[in-house]
């Protein structure tokens, strides 16, 4: 048996970066990229860098201009991270944003001969890091066909091990209190399962709102991707001694992009154009507003008029019905975009279980569905 280490530790750990987002710049993430990890003496304190899911927002291909960028940036952080000695591992998120395509953290650290202590995890898994004397738990998203089902892959795993208990865990997911009661599902982790097996910090990305709750550290997304998102987003610096011992620190990103809403349904179009000036010409360019307006006012149907009156904001509209009930949102910077499914070995299975659901109710045809394509996997 193992017994967690007392070593102490400084971590960075970060996650939903969302480069190749459709509305929040590449250029404007990686730049604030650069800011958040400066190479300097407080980076060059960092014993491990931790990317916790999501870094890609949607599958890139070539020749799409981000990608030189994305990569150009990397090639930094590996260079800095081996020139300091600071482990870098890096989490695959929700397949649908990064698509495996964090490998490439792997393939420019091999080609460009950089030598940093660097891993991409793309499966569950607990790695003993010898330089960080750490033993630590790794649980991408999605993983399993349950929540569940992954705990018991831990408890298995860690038995195999000789493990009672690893010292950090590295997750992409949801535990029960980031969500609304209404909203918690079997894909919620076991908050006190894991608080018993993790002996320090556990850090989990998904969910893009900064929370701690016990050990728990829920980074928020780094930048701001959307309406709805006014809240400071960033990153976490810990100190770590043991588990009773720790200092967390949220990084704010105060170059995040802004989105924000701006209730107008009380304003005429003249009162607008008045009220806004001081708000609008107080944001940096590329800002993103959203107004809310009753339905039939001459505001839902005027957005033209506010862009060409401040084109270098983005703007959009949430119309609302007199009962409060959304009747129209328009984005003027969001493009409808094919999101496609990828399929592999692991999921192939529920996904055409899932198919086969919605076309056939008797219970005797499923079983036998499920038997045969679980025979042919």
Same mark, same amino acid.
């Given at each position: 048996?193992?017994?967690?280490?007392?070593?102490?530790?400084?971590?960075?750990?970060?996650?939903?970066?969302?480069?190749?987002?459709?509305?929040?710049?590449?250029?404007?993430?990686?730049?604030?990229?650069?800011?958040?990890?400066?190479?300097?003496?407080?980076?060059?304190?960092?014993?491990?860098?931790?990317?916790?899911?999501?870094?890609?927002?949607?599958?890139?291909?070539?020749?799409?201009?981000?990608?030189?960028?994305?990569?150009?940036?990397?090639?930094?952080?590996?260079?800095?991270?081996?020139?300091?000695?600071?482990?870098?591992?890096?989490?695959?998120?929700?397949?649908?944003?990064?698509?495996?395509?964090?490998?490439?953290?792997?393939?420019?650290?091999?080609?460009?001969?950089?030598?940093?202590?660097?891993?991409?995890?793309?499966?569950?898994?607990?790695? +003993? %890091?010898?330089?960080? @004397?750490? &033993?630590?738990?790794?649980?991408?998203?999605?993983?399993? !066909?349950?929540? /569940? $089902?992954?705990?018991?892959?831990?408890?298995?795993?860690?038995?195999?091990?000789?493990?009672?208990?690893?010292?950090?865990?590295?997750?992409?997911?949801?535990?029960?209190?980031?969500?609304?009661?209404?909203?918690?599902?079997?894909?919620?982790?076991?908050?006190?399962?894991?608080?018993?097996?993790?002996?320090?910090?556990?850090?989990?990305?998904?969910?893009?709102?900064?929370?701690?709750?016990?050990?728990?550290?829920?980074?928020?997304?780094?930048?701001?991707?959307?309406?709805?998102?006014?809240?400071?987003?960033?990153?976490?610096?810990?100190?770590?001694?043991?588990?009773?011992?720790?200092?967390?620190?949220?990084?704010?990103?105060?170059?995040?992009?802004?989105?924000? +809403? %701006?209730?107008?349904? @009380?304003? &005429?179009?003249?009162?607008?154009?008045?009220?806004?000036? !001081?708000?609008? /010409? $107080?944001?940096?360019?590329?800002?993103?507003?959203?107004?809310?307006?009753?339905?039939?006012?001459?505001?839902?149907?005027?957005?033209?008029?506010?862009?060409?009156?401040?084109?270098?904001?983005?703007?959009?509209?949430?119309?609302?019905?007199?009962?409060?009930?959304?009747?129209?949102?328009?984005?003027?910077?969001?493009?409808?975009?094919?999101?496609?499914?990828?399929?592999?070995?692991?999921?192939?299975?529920?996904?055409?279980?899932?198919?086969?659901?919605?076309?056939?109710?008797?219970?005797?045809?499923?079983?036998?569905?499920?038997?045969?394509?679980?025979?042919?996997?």
């Amino acid at each position: 048996m193992t017994t967690p280490s007392e070593r102490e530790l400084r971590i960075a750990s970060i996650s939903d970066i969302h480069v190749g987002h459709p509305r929040t710049p590449t250029a404007h993430i990686l730049d604030n990229l650069y800011k958040a990890f400066p190479n300097n003496e407080s980076t060059a304190k960092l014993d491990v860098i931790f990317i916790a899911g999501d870094f890609f927002d949607r599958l890139l291909k070539f020749p799409d201009p981000d990608i030189p960028e994305i990569e150009l940036w990397i090639l930094y952080m590996l260079r800095m991270a081996a020139q300091h000695d600071i482990v870098i591992r890096v989490l695959e998120g929700t397949p649908s944003h990064d698509w495996k395509q964090s490998s490439v953290f792997e393939r420019i650290n091999t080609n460009a001969n950089i030598g940093c202590n660097l891993k991409y995890v793309s499966d569950l898994r607990i790695e +003993t %890091i010898p330089e960080l @004397d750490s &033993t630590i738990l790794y649980i991408p998203d999605e993983w399993g !066909d349950s929540t /569940e $089902s992954s705990l018991s892959q831990v408890q298995e795993l860690m038995t195999a091990k000789g493990l009672n208990r690893v010292d950090y865990a590295i997750m992409h997911g949801h535990f029960p209190h980031q969500l609304p009661e209404v909203a918690r599902t079997k894909k919620v982790h076991n908050t006190e399962a894991y608080l018993r097996l993790v002996d320090k910090l556990i850090f989990i990305g998904h969910d893009h709102h900064f929370s701690v709750h016990e050990r728990i550290i829920s980074h928020g997304s780094f930048d701001r991707l959307g309406h709805g998102e006014e809240a400071p987003k960033g990153h976490i610096r810990a100190v770590v001694k043991s588990r009773d011992n720790y200092r967390i620190t949220f990084v704010e990103n105060k170059g995040a992009k802004i989105y924000k +809403t %701006i209730d107008v349904k @009380d304003w &005429t179009l003249e009162e607008a154009l008045i009220n806004l000036k !001081d708000v609008v /010409e $107080s944001l940096p360019l590329d800002s993103a507003i959203r107004i809310v307006c009753k339905a039939g006012s001459p505001l839902a149907s005027s957005l033209d008029v506010l862009a060409k009156r401040w084109p270098g904001i983005k703007w959009d509209k949430k119309v609302i019905d007199s009962d409060g009930s959304v009747i129209e949102v328009v984005n003027q910077y969001d493009e409808d975009e094919f999101v496609p499914v990828e399929i592999t070995k692991d999921n192939i299975g529920p996904l055409l279980m899932a198919r086969i659901v919605t076309r056939a109710a008797d219970e005797k045809i499923l079983a036998n569905a499920e038997k045969f394509i679980n025979e042919i996997k």
